[in-house]
């Protein structure tokens, strides 16, 4: 006869196993949402194959070869379910802006570029109720300008960040920084927006020309100091520009990425991937991006369209064209808007040049999305998509696996180092956000054009963030706000 110490640990034991085979029961069945039987596709560990996904609590718990139960299911068969979109280079930071893009398939979209001169600002502007998840850099061009002895910023700055971050940088374009303390201001400026969550520095030294190069190439070494990314939006269209941000790089020791090198390159983009590639194999962290357009958008008033700008950029006014009205410029408008200011769109890149940028396998994809969704440039509701549809379905220029790291994987890496957070944004295993598109490939395509403006791209079926639905069935999801912000740690990292 066996002890009663003996009967009471067996009964313990079995009691134990049943509860674990009873939780595990009822965990399988209190998944929040099930995306079931998509071909999953995750560039990170290689995955391609029909997969079950368990979500609960924003995040995915189960990656399963058998299907599994939830409160709501998405029946994904025949798509690819593939990570978020992550766009590094996102201007248009409203939920109107972010509904094209959500239909694009993203799922981050981060002002990395420009930046914005008060990092908590933006952020608080955007809290608790942004439809993707948003982040920006801290602005080199806006905090220049409020370093300057003879430009105080306005007493309620932070109003509107991203417009207040424009309108002080264009005040600052044509002054240089010339007094020991701007200098010293502007580091404290700047490490002030890395310490409030800015993801590295923005800095488009083309818009203010004055900027001289001692000063970008100081601002370089403080970034390689404070172990913080930099995001340049080069000098001029131009080889030499190019040569100076690398060679500032390999001087400072800096972290950088270059903005849409399809535009800045033009003809010499096969020399300048070389130059960038080069450079990565003697073990410089740079990395670039493009978008898959052949024409280019910006400010008619900006500093681009200064005396020489035909030479510059070997276009004319025919070449230019005025978003609110579709119509291209001659001398006459062109001077006029000119003085009125806004958005033109500049035709001035062959089709050949785009495909050799997006097939680099170095080069990622994102949009420069423009600030306002009623615009025309298609790269700010198509760009994903695009590639998706024109370059890997249509002229299998890439495959598209490699075509989904670009937007996900990569852009997530690129960020890494400065915000840990992006280790769980960009793939699709366990613990991972729930950041996930799921797409047609056989159908998937922009279709927002030149001149008919922006459009919802076709293909893209659904788009969750943080768990939550944004995009449902092709339809915009009334009422979801779930993004959420994408900050900096280099307070926490140093």
């Known amino acids: 006869m066996q002890s009663p110490a003996f009967v009471e640990e067996v009964v ?5 196993l049943f509860l674990m085979v009873w939780s595990g029961a009822q965990a399988a069945g209190q998944f929040d949402l ?15 194959a029909v997969r079950h996904i368990g979500i609960r609590g924003g995040r995915i718990e189960a990656i399963s070869e058998s299907p599994l139960s939830g409160k709501d299911v998405i029946q ?40 914005v001169p008060s990092v908590a600002a933006f952020l608080k502007s955007r809290e608790g109720r942004a439809l993707l998840n948003f982040g920006a850099t801290a602005s080199h061009g806006a905090m220049r300008a409020m370093s300057m002895r003879d430009m105080a910023p306005d007493a309620d700055a932070a109003r509107d960040p991203l417009q207040f971050g424009y309108e002080i940088t264009a005040k600052g374009r044509y002054k240089p920084l010339t007094h020991p303390e701007e200098y010293t201001q502007l580091a404290a400026t700047l490490e002030r927006g890395l310490r409030e969550g800015g993801l590295g520095i923005g ?15 100081r601002v370089f070494q403080m970034a390689a100091r404070w172990k913080v990314p930099i995001f340049v939006h080069v000098r001029s ?8 941000v690398i060679a500032n790089a390999a001087a400072a020791g800096a972290s950088l990425h270059i903005v849409h090198v399809n535009s800045m ?41 200064d005396e020489g700008w035909q030479q510059r950029l070997g276009i004319s006014y025919n070449d230019l064209q005025w978003v609110p009205t579709g119509e291209r410029l001659t001398q006459e408008t062109f001077e006029r808007y000119r003085k009125q200011g806004g958005f033109v769109i500049m035709h001035l890149m062959k089709p050949e ?17 423009m600030p306002y969704a009623p615009g025309a440039h298609p790269r700010s509701a198509g760009t994903f998509s695009r590639v998706l549809g024109l370059y890997v379905r249509e002229q299998q220029a890439l495959p598209l696996m490699d075509a989904i790291a670009k937007m996900t994987i990569m852009p997530a890496r690129r960020l890494e180092s400065i915000a840990p957070a992006m280790k769980a944004k960009g793939r699709i295993r366990v613990r991972a956000d729930a950041d996930i598109t799921v797409f047609d490939a056989a159908r998937v395509k922009d279709t927002a054009t030149f001149g008919k403006g922006l459009s919802f791209s076709d293909g893209i079926q659904h788009v969750l963030v943080n768990g939550v639905a944004i995009v449902r069935d092709g339809k915009t999801v009334a009422g979801a706000y779930p993004g959420k912000p994408v900050t900096g740690a280099y307070g926490r990292l140093r």
């Open 12 to 16: 313990r034991t079995v009691a134990l």
């Open 203 to 217: 800095m488009a030294h083309q818009y203010y020309p004055a900027a001289s190069r001692e000063e970008i190439f």
């Open 265 to 305: 390159s033009l003809g010499a983009l096969p020399l300048v991937l070389d130059m960038i590639e080069s450079a990565r194999d003697r073990g410089l962290d740079i990395t670039t991006e493009a978008y898959p357009y052949t024409a280019a958008s910006t400010f008619l008033e900006s500093t681009m369209f």
């Open 237 to 244: 269209m131009s080889v030499d520009a190019m040569q100076e």
């Open 353 to 369: 040049w785009i495909r050799r940028a997006v097939t680099s396998p170095f080069v990622m994809i994102a949009s420069d999305g």
């Open 34 to 48: 099930v995306i079931a039987g998509g071909r999953v596709m995750d560039p990170e560990s290689g995955l391609n």
């Open 76 to 115: 994904a068969g025949g798509s690819i379910v593939a990570p978020g979109f992550i766009d590094l280079h996102a201007h248009g930071q409203t939920n109107e802006a972010n509904e094209y893009q959500a239909h694009d398939g993203v799922t981050t979209a981060l002002e990395l570029e420009i930046g």
